[in-house]
């Protein structure tokens, strides 16, 4: 009788978080987050997919390598009520810069590319305003992860200072060293380009310039010494 009884409770309890927890992509999550009232509505956003898609879309692994951590204490700082990076640094257009990854689960390396070419015309102000290839990023840096089927943004800036990375621009913008070879697609959206299909394989490591471009790929390498994970601690008065 006893093992009869503890297969009711455990079917009990399977249910129990089944209900709790209803399945990532359904309407019942959505009116489940809802219903708690936070500062923000969940919506329907992919139509006829499986988890395995959504989770490919997200290009981030966590838990990679830790790069050194330096903590900043901001007790005492007064923080205005708004801030615009694009209006106090008009001088570094890649800050108003959206990038298009296409089909590819890419982030990590966007994120790391767009970071390094903001902080590099911030860090100069103004003086030096280039496009740091997300495209050398991606193909060229092995122990970064799984190129469009994700990687490690802490190792992405690690390779930014062991190896460097050339500049690159957008899709068919021939601008730089190695522009972005992925076509920009519609994430499940309607619009001018065409939808985004399948999984887009990893391109090549080329480690030279598109033809035209001066100085070569050896020469267009920048480099950075140290990467920081840089935090802040807010001390409550």
């Known amino acids: 009788m006893q093992p009869l009884f503890l297969l009711c409770v455990a079917v009990t309890v399977s249910v129990s978080w089944a209900r709790s927890h209803p399945d990532p992509l359904s309407s019942e999550m959505i009116n489940f987050i809802n219903k708690a009232n936070t500062t923000w509505r969940a919506g329907v956003n992919f139509h006829n997919v499986d988890m395995s898609y959504v989770k490919g879309l997200c290009g981030t692994i966590l838990r990679g390598p830790k790069l050194q951590e330096v903590g900043h204490d901001v007790e005492g700082i007064q923080l205005p009520d708004s801030f615009d990076p694009r209006q106090q640094w008009p ?61 490690y943004p802490s190792a992405a800036w690690d390779f930014w200072t062991s190896k460097g990375l050339v500049t690159g621009g957008l899709y068919g913008s021939n601008i730089g060293c190695r522009p972005y070879s992925i076509a920009p697609c519609e994430h499940h959206v309607n619009g001018t380009r065409p939808p985004c299909q399948g999984e887009q394989d990893t391109p090549d490591c080329v480690q030279q310039c598109i033809d035209g471009y001066s100085p070569s790929y050896p020469k267009d390498k920048h480099l950075e010494w140290h990467p920081l994970l840089v935090s802040c601690k807010l001390l409550e008065q």
């Open 91 to 151: 001088n570094c257009p890649t800050l108003q810069q959206i990038r298009d990854q296409g089909n590819c689960g890419s982030c990590w390396a966007f994120g790391a590319a767009e970071a390094i070419s903001d902080r590099l015309c911030i860090q100069s102000g103004g003086k030096v305003s280039l496009e740091i290839s997300a495209e050398d990023l991606l193909t060229c840096c092995d122990e970064c992860g799984m190129g469009c089927f994700g990687g």
